[in-house]
């Protein structure tokens, strides 16, 4: 089955023989090394400033969010979440659960929303929902006022670029535009920012800064699921390359191009990610029937969420097999066997 989701993402074999055949503890000399080597070419792909600590903490995307909100929040204060899809919005809940609902404000827009009593600031980078990359400008107004700003940068680092200054926290994972197995949340924090509370956030930290100094750690603070470590790091090298970004975006524009020739409502606007592309279907086709019957040609795509379910379909090209052009064009080719498969007979035996 070839994956073409949002995330966890296809992986190249490489990563897969890497996934199966890392060291076998994180605690010998070969693990403990292998960590320090990923944490160091981490930064470089990230293009991480000097003023940001980066470390990697098993689990989700979904679990490093809610831990580091855990440690993120000041205890009084207003927080506010730029909620403009699913994704902001589910971020938004995350902080409710930690600092309670009635400090909580969800905004579609940082426009015209005061920054004087605001502790921390949450945006997503693109909301997956649409595929839309989302202004973070104002950002800055509120780190100016003493706001902490944490931005989900999931699925655009390191493809798209961020401005760096705008944010405080940042995080994603090993399993979507890194091209890595789901496994590793990523995180970076300022180094003049103490965080609140959770131990375990900053254990992982404290173990990311002393290997990027390169101090030996005779006794790990923490322990790694490395083979994982040995999979991000296989797909780190292709990232490296500096026409990795440019390789993607043309795969979007081709992708979009012919999907728009071949009849397929998409979201194409000039804020469209390079990562993630949303299709709406006809009102007539059942996005389930539809989604299957690609599976039976062997191609995996995800649905939509919140407001979004229902109607439309979500494509990823985060990864290298994701943006191959061959792959792509068996792909649209899938999609409208899947449409024709799908779509009721009119009265004269055409499909509508």
């Not at 470089?44 to 995307?61: A, T």
């Not at 024709?340 to 035996?349: F, I, K, V």
Request: charged share 20%; hydrophobic share 45%; glycine share 8%.
């Amino acid at each position: 089955m070839f994956n073409y989701a949002t995330g966890p993402v296809e992986m190249t074999e490489a990563e897969v023989h890497a996934l199966g055949s890392g060291p076998p503890n994180s605690h010998m000399a070969d693990g403990q090394a292998l960590i320090a080597d990923t944490l160091r070419t981490l930064r470089q792909v990230l293009r991480v400033p000097d003023e940001f600590d980066l470390f990697m903490m098993p689990g989700s995307i979904r679990q490093a969010l809610d831990v580091v909100m855990s440690v993120a929040a000041e205890p009084t204060g207003e927080v506010v979440a730029l909620s403009t899809g699913y994704w902001g919005e589910f971020i938004a809940d995350l902080l409710r659960n930690h600092v309670g609902a009635q400090r909580v404000t969800s905004v579609t827009s940082l426009e015209g929303v005061g920054a004087e009593s605001v502790a921390l600031v949450t945006a997503v980078h693109m909301e997956t929902e649409t595929g839309q990359m989302q202004p973070l400008g104002e950002l800055a107004r509120f780190r100016s006022a003493g706001a902490r700003t944490l931005v989900d940068a999931a699925c655009t680092l390191p493809t798209h670029d961020l401005d760096y200054d705008l944010a405080d926290i940042i995080v994603l994972g090993s399993h979507k535009c890194l091209g890595g197995p789901a496994g590793l949340g990523i995180v970076l924090v300022r180094k003049d920012m103490p965080l609140i509370g959770d131990w375990t956030v900053e254990a992982y930290r404290a173990d990311g800064v002393a290997r990027a100094a390169g101090h030996s750690l005779p006794t790990p603070l923490v322990t790694y699921p490395i083979q994982v470590v040995a999979a991000l790091r296989s797909a780190i090298d292709r990232l490296l390359d500096p026409e990795a970004a440019q390789r993607r975006f043309a795969a979007a524009r081709h992708l979009r191009d012919e999907l728009s020739r071949r009849g397929f409502a998409v979201w194409a606007t000039e804020a469209a990610s390079s990562t993630v592309t949303r299709v709406d279907l006809a009102a007539e086709i059942d996005v389930d029937a539809f989604r299957s019957s690609l599976a039976a040609q062997g191609y995996f795509v995800i649905g939509n969420v919140g407001a979004s379910s229902g109607g439309s379909i979500r494509i990823g090209t985060m990864s290298d097999p994701q943006v191959d052009k061959g792959n792509l064009d068996r792909l649209l080719d899938a999609l409208e066997q899947a449409r024709a498969a799908t779509s009721p007979l009119d009265t004269e035996g055409a499909s509508t």
